[in-house]
């Protein structure tokens, strides 16, 4: 079992950055997948990147590709989401997932999907003017 902790949410201006992060504890023993995701109001949740703490490629939603970066700290325990020119439509809840099997592994690069079993309490990101 892993309680996620995320923090670093708020309210920002368009073309404006956030930095989000994801604290696991305990520590898990082995590195895993870690994925972030987001639901705003009346939509489906997506998927938006994840990362496996062990290192390697990352995956991007191609709504994010390019302003978003998901990084671990060295010891994998902190994942970290810089968003950068930020838009309206990044508005709503964040949540840090782990999938600590491995299970949603494709190609050697974790991705976010319903293998992630543990979930934080998520964190709001507003984006408006």
């Known amino acids: 079992e892993v309680q996620l902790e995320e923090s670093g949410g708020g309210s920002v201006q368009p073309g404006g950055s956030l930095r989000l992060s994801c604290a696991a504890s305990p520590y898990p023993n082995n590195k895993y997948c870690m994925g972030w995701f987001r639901q705003a109001p009346g939509k489906e949740r997506e998927g938006v990147a994840a990362t496996f703490t062990g290192g390697g490629s990352e995956y991007y939603a191609d709504s994010v590709q390019g302003r978003f970066t998901i990084s671990a700290d060295n010891n994998g325990n902190t994942v970290y989401l810089q968003m950068n ?22 190609g050697g690069k974790c991705v976010p999907g319903p293998e992630y079993k543990y979930w934080g309490q998520g964190t709001q990101v507003t984006v408006s003017s």
């Open 85 to 106: 020119t930020l838009k309206p439509e990044d508005t709503g809840m964040y949540y840090c997932a782990a999938d600590l099997n491995l299970e949603s592994m494709d």
